[in-house]
C-alpha cells in the first residue's frame, strides 16, 4: 500500500514538468500551474501470464503513467459510493483539498483524507 508518507516524484518527472510547463500547461484547461496537478501514485507491478500450456510465468512491469489512471478512477469510485450525490466540480475540488503536499510543492492524491472528508462532510 501506497501512502503519502512514502510517495515521491522522481527527479526526471520534476525537471520535465518544470522545464516545459508552459508547453504542457497549453494542453490543460483550468490549471495554472505545474503546482495544482494532482499526481497519482504508481509503482511496478508484477502479474502472472501463461505463454504456453502448463507453463507459468511472471511478468515485471516499471512504473507508467497508464497506471496511475485505473488507481485514481478507482478511488473516485469509492468517492462516489460514499457521496452518489455529490457533483463532479465538488469530487474533484474535494480531491485537490485533501491532496498530501511534497516539499517540492506538488500534490499527490490521498485517498483516506479523501474519503474521511467526503464522509464528514455528508453527515
Known sequence: MITCQNAFLG???????????????LSLRD????????CVPCGC???SEVRNVEEYSYVYQ???QSGSVPVLCGILALGLQ???????DDLLQTLKDTSHI????????NPKDFIQKLIFNNN
Request: charged residues 25%.
Open 11 to 25: 527527479g526526471s518527472i520534476i525537471k520535465n514538468l518544470q522545464d516545459n510547463e508552459e508547453t504542457f500547461l
Open 62 to 64: 516499471c512504473p507508467s
Open 102 to 109: 511534497e516539499n517540492n510543492r506538488f500534490k499527490i492524491v
Open 82 to 88: 460514499v457521496r452518489p450525490d455529490i457533483f463532479n
Open 31 to 38: 490549471t495554472n500551474s505545474i503546482y495544482d496537478l494532482i
Open 45 to 47: 507491478r508484477t502479474t
